[in-house]
């Protein structure tokens, strides 16, 4: 799973501020190392449920609660992005990014501290499973994006994409961290059919400059 996994935590901390740590121990956990029964169906590799305004893919699962809806993804990539936007879009969760960014320690009890998980075990399980498998060693050499704002909830612009020869939904869709779904619905389309020249809008984050 670390080996699958830990460049795109080291990429999403580069973007977001996240520790790559941090990522890592709450997919191992969150996912049973990628091989749990919510996150083989769904690419959910963080337990994220569908809340308010969720417009993407779901799934029914049972967990604090009987058939709680979850996010679900077409690939685990994904996942990880949706995480990436999930923490750093929402204000509960805007404190940790005063941390440094491999203090990980205070980022696993900020998580618990801001209703990430019930589980009052939680931050020391996510410290855990950094430490037993030196997670923390991700969280070096990463040289964090001037453009994120501490403590600020992360705003999005819509960017225009015009599809070239050869393009695909799945490839422009990885090229923007988003999912193919998403690109669909922002855009209205019915099918997968794309031409040369078509302008396609897709949601990026927006940059301070």
Partial sequence: YIATFSKIAHYEMKAYGIPASITLAQGLLESGLGKGDLTRRTNNHFGIKCHKGWQGDYDFHDDDEKGECFRKYNHPMYSYRDHSEFLSSRARYAF??????????????????????????????????????????????????????????????????????????????????????????????????????????????????
């Fill in 96 to 209: 940790l990014f005063n941390y440094k960014a491999n203090d990980y320690k205070r980022w696993a009890k900020g998580l618990r501290q801001a209703g990430y998980a019930t589980d009052k075990k939680y931050p020391q399980k996510l410290i855990y499973l950094i430490e037993k498998h030196r997670l923390y060693r991700f969280d070096k050499g990463v040289k964090l994006n001037s453009a994120i704002a501490s403590a600020e909830p992360k705003k999005y612009v819509s960017k225009v994409h015009v599809v070239r020869k050869g393009d695909t939904l799945y490839s422009i869709s990885r090229r923007y961290f988003i999912s193919v779904d998403e690109i669909k619905r922002i855009n209205k389309m019915n099918s997968n059919n794309l031409a040369i020249g078509q302008e396609l809008t897709v949601k990026t984050a927006q940059s301070k400059k």
